[in-house]
């Protein structure tokens, strides 16, 4: 608990230096380039195919029933935009964390490395191609959970507990993939992400929680067609924000994490000889294994 309340009030110090302001400007620029093509092209055709299909199966009137027993029937007027913004969250989220994670992760690391470990010695135990494909297995898993938890988003208590904890998971497994990624061998991610798992999902669900906002503030769109590129531009920065602090906050936790499993551990038993052919998602020995997919 101690490492994790201390790596939380580093990361919070290093949100406010200019130069991690400024990390978030590229993968902000990115999404929203990509997202304002994809929002003025396919939008308004998906919010029509949706009208169209709860119109022939009487939808509505069931959604209306079931909205008045929660006394939110005010919702039916707009429940198509938002069933439409609702499934593009997801993609807009993924979106954001590959950028923030090809483009500021590895800035932190050599920001937080060179400053704070720069005696911790570098075993490039992962690259680029690995966290794009640990980003995309990890996000499939996501969204078919995320598809099967979609009515609990009607109970406002277990909406609060259930998404948080599915982007949790999301969170902490790229998150830890690319913040170890310059430092940790194979061997050593693999027996870091095991011994501080618990650790971990903590601090992707704390990053699930803070992600609320910019999610009102996207969802909020469905009610402001005037101000809905606004707001779908502010919703995508605050994810980015969330994303680096959430960054820093694996970084600081994972690399003294790191420092520490060296010192109790001898260099010789670090080092696993495996006969399996390599990976291309690995910059060092061979490993087919070694983004862990299995879920947690």
């Not at 605050?238 to 010192?263: D, I, N, P, S």
Request: aromatic residues 14%; contains cysteine; neutral net charge.
């Amino acid at each position: 608990m101690g490492m994790l309340l201390a790596s939380f009030g580093r990361a919070l110090m290093s949100q406010l230096h200019i130069r991690m302001l400024l990390l978030t400007i590229l993968p902000f620029v990115c999404s929203v380039l990509i997202w304002g093509v994809a929002l003025w092209l396919g939008l308004q055709p998906m919010i029509d195919w949706l009208q169209s299909y709860f119109l022939d199966n009487n939808i509505f009137g069931v959604a209306g029933t079931v909205l008045n027993w929660f006394g939110m029937g005010a919702l039916k007027t707009v429940i198509v935009p938002l069933i439409a913004m609702w499934t593009l969250l997801p993609l807009m989220i993924l979106t954001a964390l590959i950028f923030v994670g090809l483009f500021t992760i590895p800035a932190v690391a050599r920001h937080i490395g060179g400053r704070h470990y720069p005696t911790l010695q570098k075993k490039e135990g992962g690259n680029w191609l690995g966290s794009l494909w640990t980003s995309l297995w990890c996000f499939a898993l996501f969204v078919v959970a995320w598809i099967i938890t979609l009515p609990v988003s009607l109970i406002p208590p277990l909406a609060f507990i259930v998404h948080p904890l599915l982007w949790g998971w999301l969170t902490y497994r790229v998150m830890a993939y690319d913040t170890l990624a310059d430092y940790a061998s194979v061997d050593e991610r693999r027996i870091l992400l095991k011994q501080h798992r618990w650790p971990l999902l903590v601090i992707g669900t704390a990053a699930g929680a803070m992600g609320a906002a910019p999610t009102l503030l996207w969802l909020g769109g469905a009610l402001s067609v005037i101000f809905f590129p606004l707001l779908a531009a502010g919703a995508i920065w605050l994810y980015v924000l969330v994303f680096v602090f959430t960054g820093l906050w694996f970084e600081y936790y994972c690399l003294e994490a790191l420092k520490r499993h060296r010192v109790q551990t001898p260099a010789t038993e670090d080092v696993v000889t495996d006969a399996r052919p390599a990976s291309p998602f690995s910059r060092n020995r061979g490993d087919a294994d070694i983004i862990d997919v299995e879920p947690h």
